[in-house]
């Protein structure tokens, strides 16, 4: 199919909350093409993209999953999002704002896929992470329909998820909280997908009625099931940092990026993702994370 995009569209901005750079078994760029493995309602497909220099998307899907994924290509390019009333109350936003003319907030319009990655992601270093999700699309997740990418895997299933023994577990380093974490939502997988059509904080408190899921995972899988604007990442080790060192020059907690977003709502994460698209980063000193590999312990 092809789709035009009536907006200005930065296909990679808009996209990169899905990317976990080489470790992204399911979503990677290669030679202009973005390439999709995921789980739909009718089973596992696969999506590429390609924007022409015209600016029209061209979009190809493959699998049982392949009607779903090619009908939802306007919502993940972000067709649906809306940032009318937005206003810039920090010089910083605003010039990151002009800068990033095609940024949209997409929706996959699914959670699971980005419930199992957010849940991978707590507490624990991203490299530590990204190894877990890797291994854990390699092992128990299948081979993505289509000729796309040998690399390119479709995240487990949640009944693939519920299979998985706890040595293997430790093989891919899970923790004992979120290996429970994550049976606890396969357990109802069906029902969290309600989670999308609920939106904003109704559908965040759906998730978080799973044991193990907090605001900070609910807010990330929140972002990129259906593109909340309003779901700032607040717990999140970096994101404070970043936040305070852009728009006030110093380190500041939760508390303190609570008060300094809370002119944006309901579009505070709106906020964020103009700061990270322009490259903001806070000063890297001070401690990092301990790594730690739960494969050894």
């Known amino acids: 199919m092809e789709w035009r995009p009536s907006f200005a569209l930065d296909l990679a901005a808009v996209l990169s909350p899905l990317s976990r750079g080489r470790g992204s078994l399911n979503f990677r760029g290669e030679r202009g093409v973005w390439w999709l493995a995921a789980n739909t309602p009718s089973g596992a497909g696969t999506l590429a993209l390609l924007r022409r220099p015209d600016g029209v998307v061209e979009a190809e899907a493959w699998g049982a ?8 290509v306007p919502s993940l390019l972000g067709a649906e999002d809306d940032d009318s009333g937005f206003v810039a109350h920090h010089s910083a936003v605003a010039t990151a704002r002009r800068a990033t003319p095609g940024l949209r907030l997409g929706s996959t319009r699914r959670v699971w896929d980005s419930l199992v990655l957010a849940v991978l992601e707590q507490k624990v270093s991203g490299k530590e992470a990204i190894r877990s999700w890797a291994e854990l699309c390699r092992w128990f997740g299948t081979r993505a329909p289509g000729p796309g990418p040998a690399f390119l895997r479709v995240p487990p299933s949640p009944v693939a998820i519920r299979s998985i023994v706890d040595w293997n577990w430790h093989r891919i380093g899970v923790d004992l909280k979120r290996r ?3 049976i606890n939502a396969a357990r109802v997988a069906p029902r969290l997908e309600e989670a999308v059509a609920l939106r ?3 559908g965040r ?5 799973v044991p193990g899921i907090g605001v900070w995972t609910a807010a990330e899988i929140a972002q990129r099931a259906w593109g909340d604007p309003d779901a700032v990442s607040f717990g999140d080790y970096n994101i404070p940092n970043m936040v305070g060192h852009t728009l006030l020059g110093r380190r ?3 508390e303190e990026m609570a008060e300094l977003l809370a002119p944006y709502a309901p579009q505070r994460q709106r ?5 990270e698209a322009c490259g903001a980063r806070a000063p890297r000193f001070g401690p990092r994370i301990e790594l730690r590999d739960y494969r050894a312990m």
């Open 180 to 182: 429970t974490a994550l």
């Open 205 to 209: 408190a759906l998730l978080r009625k």
């Open 252 to 254: 500041i907690d939760d």
């Open 65 to 72: 999953g392949a009607d779903f994924l090619l009908d939802g």
């Open 200 to 202: 904003g904080s109704s």
């Open 271 to 275: 906020a964020v993702r103009y700061l």
